[in-house]
């Protein structure tokens, strides 16, 4: 009953409506016992009108109070009267491959399921995201975002992000879901609460999306009216290095870009489009201000 259904509206002109819709809907778990909600960002961002829904107690509207983009975790804030239960955080650094868990969305016992722990390792997101140590399991949940990754002694261990795909040595693919462990929370919660996003200087954020494609940095789209996209950059470009520095993959591109400074910096890249190679000196931006800030009706 802690798991709760998530519905959000963003409006058509966000800066995220293009890539992430303007209906969003997923789960989040109450974690407060005023009903506070943490759920992933990408539901939330820029949203207009939030509804929790519950077998318990029906629909209740909710405020998007928080959005972090390093660990991509979301808080939503229940606007009326909301007692239900709030999971305690369990111990997501001990998850180990091989431990059983429940992976919950909203809905009652007949959305969720027996899952396993699959591998802990780094993951890197072409939109400039990287977290360490994420937690893959499987089964996949087929209603993944925003999901509850509850341990055998029922506490909360992570929140739900994605769904991928990997193939094994005999050329199946297998499903399975990566997940935020929880244990990046506690250290970023009270900036979370008073200032709804990390009191300290923005990450450098470049506006590209970039993917590996055949041991080479691909840039496979740019945001609109981004950093990226004003500096000349072009889907398609390779990039090289980054400050003179030669790049091999996505979480190494997105640590050397942060390391340059925090937003406002100048990043300097070496690309190659077609046979010729050039430099392209970026100014990162603050991808927060590129975002539409909900309001509190």
Known sequence: ????????????????????????????????????????????VEAEMVWLNSRD?????????????????????????????????????????????????GGGRRHAIETRVVGREEFAGYWEYVLEQ?????????????????????????????????????????????????DRLPPILDDLLTYGRLNRPARAWLGLYAMESDDTLVIGGLADRGPAERAGLRPGDRILAVEGEEIGDLAGLWRRVWAVGPAGSLVTLRIARDDAEFEATITSGDRARFLKTPRLH
């Open 1 to 44: 009953s802690a798991v709760v259904g998530l519905r959000a509206q963003a409006p058509a002109d966000g800066f995220t409506a293009a890539t992430l819709g303007t209906e969003r809907m997923g789960s989040g778990v109450v974690i407060g016992e005023k009903g506070l909600v943490l759920t992933v960002g990408y539901l939330i």
């Open 57 to 105: 107690m029906g629909a209740v509207p909710g405020h998007a109070l928080a959005y972090d983009q390093e660990t991509g975790f979301g808080l939503v804030q229940a606007l009326g009267p909301f007692p239900l239960p709030a999971l305690p955080f369990g111990d997501s650094a001990a998850l180990a491959p091989g431990d059983a868990a429940i992976l919950a969305a």
């Open 134 to 182: 994420a937690v893959f399991t499987a089964p996949a949940h087929p209603f993944w975002g925003g999901s509850a990754l509850i341990g055998a002694d029922g506490k909360l261990l992570g929140v739900g992000s994605l769904t991928l795909q990997r193939g094994d040595e005999k050329g199946r693919r297998h499903d399975m879901n990566m997940v935020v462990p929880i």
